[in-house]
């Protein structure tokens, strides 16, 4: 992980730009009456129609390959969806369209890819990682694609896929079958087969197959039900290695997710804008239970970040409710003292705000994501140094936020698009159940006060 560092902090300014670049550019005209249950508007303010968006929590459940007493191995993972012009976001993975004509793309993308080792080591080996590549994808509908990959691990094994995917859909069930043939260089062989860093063991390489069926039901409005399951055969060097114990593995996911309704057509016009928050923060290592009750206690180093985030709006109802839902992408920078160097950590998540209007306006907001950071930050290594894990640079983000209109607060039309808030900025891996982010139990919370300006 530490050698993704400057691609995801380019990434994430990339995104950040493309994102701005993206929502539409008419202007809206100011309302003539203004009362403060109403949400007032500037011509500075832009339209922004519904996007393609999505947030899912599943069970992923695989067999393990190896000769090992566990068979099976379990981890909880959400995901994030999102569809632009440009950038996307498909659960597992990420990118962007470098090229597009009718029938073709050309992606540059990262992927998670899983190691499955039995849990109680996972920690220790932090086997899951990021891939990096590129995909070549030729569409001969709507309902089937082929996709081209070339993609390399971070240590720079290279594997290549090639894959056949199709798209049906009954009333409310929607499926995605898909077929595929992954090339695998000796290198990638020998290091997540032969184990050749425990065994010394090197192996050649190989082309496995893989066939399976995602599966989509829409329950009712934004809630839909997830399923997957897949079948891997091994290549023959792969599964003679001293260290496999059989040539099918299997993998299986289980969730739901909040996605747009497949029954209503986008809105073209959001009543919801764009925002730009500014942020600083200081750590503590108190829980996250403890903060909401108010026993907070101070880091004895005060060590401190700030950060900048940008919310692209996704749309502004959530079950026929006026939650106004963002993408929200962010840079963090975590400033050098006594126990730690500057250090940087980008996030991508997606927000939910609800608004109050009484007396005055005022919203509760929460988000949900990935935080990665280039160096894990002294508040969340000491925490793991007492707890026996050894940190992870990738762990789930969760913001928390409360903030308060300053044009209503003050009766100043300047300021109607200004927020001053509080926010909590936690990193944390979900309780030792997910293995992508080393299945570890902690993390780092930090009290943060923001402003906030909506465009």
Known sequence: ???????????????????????????????????????????????????????????????????????????????????????????LEGGAHVYQNNDWQFNAMARMRFFDIPAEYQNAVQGDTIDLGFQARKSFSEKSFLDIELFSDLEGNPYANLSQSWYFQHNSWEFMPKVSARYK???????????????????????????GVETRYHVAKNFYL???????????????????????????????????DISKAKKSDLTNHGYLRLAHGWATPSNIGDILAGDTVKDEYNNQLSSIFYGLPLTDELFSLPLD?????????????????????????????????????????????????????????????????RPSELMNYIGFTLDINLGDVFNVNALNETWLGYSIHHRSAIFESASQFGRIKGGSNYNTVYIQFDF
């Open 325 to 389: 839902i963002y993408l929200t992408p962010g840079f963090v920078w975590h400033w050098n003292s006594e126990v730690q160097d500057s250090e940087q950590e980008v996030v991508l998540a997606i927000k939910a705000y609800y608004t109050i209007n009484w007396p005055v306006r005022w919203r509760f907001g929460l988000a949900e994501g990935l935080s990665y950071a280039s160096e894990v930050s002294y508040i969340e290594a000491s925490e793991m140094e007492r707890k026996g894990y």
């Open 226 to 260: 997830l399923a997957s399951v897949n079948g891997t055969l091994l290549d023959k060097n792969a599964y003679q290695s001293d260290a496999v114990s059989q040539r099918w593995q299997t993998e299986a996911y289980l969730g739901f997710a909040f996605f747009n």
């Open 185 to 211: 260089s000796a290198s990638f062989n020998s290091h997540y087969y032969a184990l050749r860093d425990l065994t010394e063991q090197t192996i050649g390489a190989g082309i496995e197959v893989n066939g």
């Open 1 to 91: 992980m530490r050698y993704c560092t400057a691609i995801s902090l380019t990434l994430a300014l990339l995104t950040s730009a493309n994102l701005y670049a993206e929502s539409t550019s008419i202007e809206k005209s100011p309302s003539s009456s203004k009362s403060v249950s109403s949400t007032s508007e500037n011509k500075a303010n832009k339209v922004f129609s519904e996007q393609t968006w999505g947030l899912g929590v599943l069970v992923r459940n695989a067999e393990i390959p190896f000769d090992t007493e566990a068979d099976n191995v379990t981890s909880f993972v959400p995901m994030m969806f999102y569809q632009g012009e440009t950038f996307f976001i498909r659960g």
